[in-house]
Nanobody, 128 residues
């Protein structure tokens, strides 16, 4: 059974940093792309960042490029999202997702329907 468990969310002031973690299990970590999504109240879920399975190439939504960094630790079966210079508009529930069919175009809203495995989410709140 594929499981993804997020942690690391919290309350932070604008300009601050947080690191989210996504612990994965139930599949061969190196075989799945993993992505971070977020959903703010009243808004659609959006792709934030993604890391491919083959060569661990990274992709980012324009709104977070230069501020967020995705990385993976294969030995720990964990994907991280380092978030720096946080803004109030980054406030959302953040989800990690994985799927053998996941393509990192999800950061541009393409292919989200192919993702079948989601974590439970972790709340990130950025105060102004």
């Amino acid at each position: 059974e594929v499981q993804l468990v997020e942690s690391g969310g919290g309350l932070v002031q604008a300009g601050g940093s947080l690191r989210l973690s996504c612990q994965v299990s139930g599949f061969t970590f190196e075989s799945y792309a993993v992505a971070w999504f977020r959903q703010a109240p009243g808004k659609e879920r959006e792709g934030v960042s993604c890391i491919t399975s083959e060569d661990r190439t990274t992709s980012y939504a324009d709104s977070v490029k230069g501020r967020f960094t995705i990385s993976s630790d294969n030995a720990m079966n964990t994907v991280y999202l380092q978030m720096n210079n946080l803004k109030p508009e980054d406030t959302a529930v953040y989800y990690c997702a994985a799927d053998p069919y996941l393509i990192c175009t999800v950061v541009h809203g393409i292919g989200v329907e192919l993702v079948n495995h989601w974590g439970q989410g972790t709340q990130v709140t950025v105060s102004s």
